[in-house]
């Protein structure tokens, strides 16, 4: 079974920065996209950024030029760094594959189960 397991979530002071991990158990064939959500409470999930098969790169408004999406091809890991972190960061941030892993036939839409980011003022 394929699984995400993210890590780095943190409480941080505002000016602050965490790097978030989203490790997959199994190899990445393949991928539409590749990218990080968060929800804050009582909010809608959102995208904070994502990576588009071929490299393009989207993000959120709010978060442009402070965060960071990157991957690790061989290491099968999602990261985002997060730099001069604010308290309206504050949320549960998920990662998320659309792809295809080895061993499985099919395109998939794996998740996370999230990683808590508290950015205290």
């Known amino acids: 079974q394929v699984r995400l397991v993210e890590s780095g979530g943190d409480l941080v002071q505002s000016g602050g920065s965490l790097r978030l991990s989203c490790a997959a158990t199994?190899?990445?064939?393949?991928?539409?996209?590749m990218g990080w959500y968060r929800q804050a409470p009582g909010k809608q999930r959102e995208l904070v950024a994502r990576?588009?098969?071929?490299?393009?790169?989207n993000y959120a408004d709010s978060v442009k030029g402070r965060f960071t999406i990157s991957r690790d091809n061989a290491k099968n890991t999602l990261y985002l760094q997060m730099n001069s972190l604010q308290p309206e960061d504050t949320a549960v941030y998920y990662c998320?594959?659309?792809?295809?892993?080895?061993?499985?036939?099919?395109?998939?839409?794996?998740w996370g189960q999230g990683t808590q980011v508290t950015v205290s003022s």
């Open positions: 998320n594959i659309n792809g295809v892993f080895r061993g499985h036939p099919y395109t998939g839409d794996y």
């Open positions: 199994g190899s990445i064939l393949s991928f539409k996209t």
């Open positions: 990576i588009i098969n071929g490299g393009t790169t």
